[in-house]
């Protein structure tokens, strides 16, 4: 079956994977299965790595322990982890003497038969994902991975023509991607990785590396300067672009450059429906008043999700999933209520952008806010921009390795300490401290505007600590 198409694409070259991790297990199992030599490079040996590890090294595939310039690579062809820099160098030693290097998300690309969509940006890539998931499936069997749920390469042999892809891509996944999807979407970019970024530009280029000569479908935000112009950039024969924007209304406030080539569509709000045009005849789509999840900002990832989509559907199938769809784990996750006070999980929120969309969608409400984490190396004046315009957040409890670059911007605007806001380094007890200022009628956010990578393995693992936390009071 499809499989056999690996040993094609490897052509007899010795391969190195470097990282163990969950998208590179399937893909060093199937190597294995057809026979290629395969050299797992990770930091930690097969015994603490554990059982698959152990069961791949029974099999046949040689194991290297080495740091993190991945020195000695004498493989042809190299599978990078998302995480792994593509310019350490023992990779570019390899490169230097004839090596490839390519990635587990490539080769699925290569591989799949089914139709691909691909969503990336800063903010709503899990959501908007989620529900292009959903409306998709209503038509065909749906696949749905990349940086969301579980890796989609192993599915490529039960997959066909007529299925659908639907993936979800990072920017390190994005950085040497070559194989591009069909149809995509880059729902805004925002100061964000720049711990692993060189700079903005990077971080720029490897969004719009989700482009390429296969795409026929672009989705974007015309609220964004960088994407707008992304989109004018992609002006080109057989493209068709979609620009959304949740604050314009017509047509020619969204597409207000003609594009040259491409068909241009916008996707805007009108007499409370999201609505579609391509400058001529605008389609009602959508009845925001049934969307289930709140804030504009996920009136925007209904917005991406339907351009990826559009013309696939009957509008029917969108109202349904609005009416029903709650919202992804991690994101605006209503716990529980305790003593009048409701407790949101949204660990999910790993940057400002991210935590001020959050308090958009409690606008209405009193808030004690937890927030911090790993530092990315962002710029955290425009939370505590967001914080202080709020008028409902009474109380923020700082944790974590940004904790206190959080308070001084909070303190360069909130002068008069209108704000309580006290540094609490243990996650645990930054949790009961929250509990402790909330009064009935409060809500409890947890949105850390951080990575988790300071104290948790990840975002997940840190929203499943605050939801037990939360249970066990």
């Given amino acids: 079956m499809k499989f056999c198409k690996i040993k094609e694409y490897v052509n007899g070259r010795s391969c190195a994977v470097l990282g163990l991790g969950v ?6 199992r199937m190597l294995a299965h057809e026979g290629v030599s395969v050299t797992v490079y990770d930091k930690c040996s097969p015994e603490e790595l554990g059982k698959d590890a152990l069961e791949l090294l029974q099999g046949g595939v040689r194991f290297v322990v080495c740091d993190k310039n991945f020195d000695g690579i004498t493989e042809q062809l190299i599978f990078r982890s998302p995480g792994i820099r593509p310019d350490i160098r023992g990779i570019k030693n390899a490169l230097s003497s004839g090596a490839e290097l390519t990635s587990e998300m490539e080769l699925f690309l290569k591989l799949t038969p089914a139709r691909t969509f691909a969503i990336t940006g800063s903010d709503g890539k899990t959501t908007s994902t989620t529900l292009t998931g959903l409306f998709e499936e209503r038509i065909a069997k749906t696949y749905v991975g990349g940086n969301i749920g ?21 920017s390190f996944q994005l950085m040497t991607l070559s194989a591009a999807p069909e149809r995509v979407a880059i729902t ?12 903005m530009d990077e971080y720029i280029t490897a969004k719009k590396n989700i482009i390429g000569s296969r795409t026929r479908r672009l989705v974007t935000n015309a609220e964004c300067d960088t994407t707008r112009n992304i989109a004018y950039e992609y002006d080109r024969d057989g493209m068709e672009i979609f620009l959304f924007s949740s604050s314009k209304v017509s047509y020619d406030q969204v597409v207000s450059v003609p594009f040259s080539h ?6 805007f709000p009108l007499d409370g429906y999201v609505c579609v045009s391509d400058g001529q005849i605008t389609k009602k789509v959508l009845d925001i008043s049934r969307i289930k999840l709140p804030g504009k900002h996920n009136v925007e990832n209904y917005m991406t999700a339907i351009g990826l989509t559009f013309g696939d559907l009957t509008f029917d199938v969108y109202l349904d999933i609005a009416e029903s769809f709650g919202g992804v784990e ?3 996750e209503w716990v529980r209520q305790l003593d009048g006070v409701d407790y949101y999980n949204s660990s999910i929120d790993s940057s400002p952008t991210r935590t001020s969309a959050a308090l958009s969608a409690l606008a209405s409400r009193r808030i004690v806010l937890i927030c911090g984490g790993y530092d990315k190396k962002i710029p955290y004046a425009p939370l505590a921009e967001a914080i202080c315009a709020h008028g409902g957040i009474h109380t923020v409890v700082l944790t974590g390795a940004t904790g206190e670059k959080i308070g001084a911007e909070i303190d360069k605007l909130d002068t008069s300490r209108s704000i309580n806001r006290e540094y609490v380094g243990d996650f645990a007890d930054a949790v009961a401290y929250a509990r402790s200022q909330a009064k009935a009628g409060d809500c409890v956010l947890l949105s850390p505007a951080s990575a988790s990578f300071d104290a948790f393995k990840n975002f997940a693992e840190r929203g499943n600590t605050f939801k037990r936390i939360v249970n066990e009071f």
């Fill in 23 to 28: 998208s590179n297990l399937p893909l060093v």
């Fill in 188 to 199: 805004n970019v925002s100061p964000n990785h720049l711990d692993w970024h060189t700079g």
């Fill in 262 to 267: 491409a068909k241009a569509f916008a996707i």
């Fill in 330 to 332: 991690h994101r605006l």
């Fill in 150 to 170: 579980t890796p989609l390469l192993d599915k490529c042999e039960q997959m066909t023509a007529t299925q659908n892809a639907v993936l979800e891509l990072s």
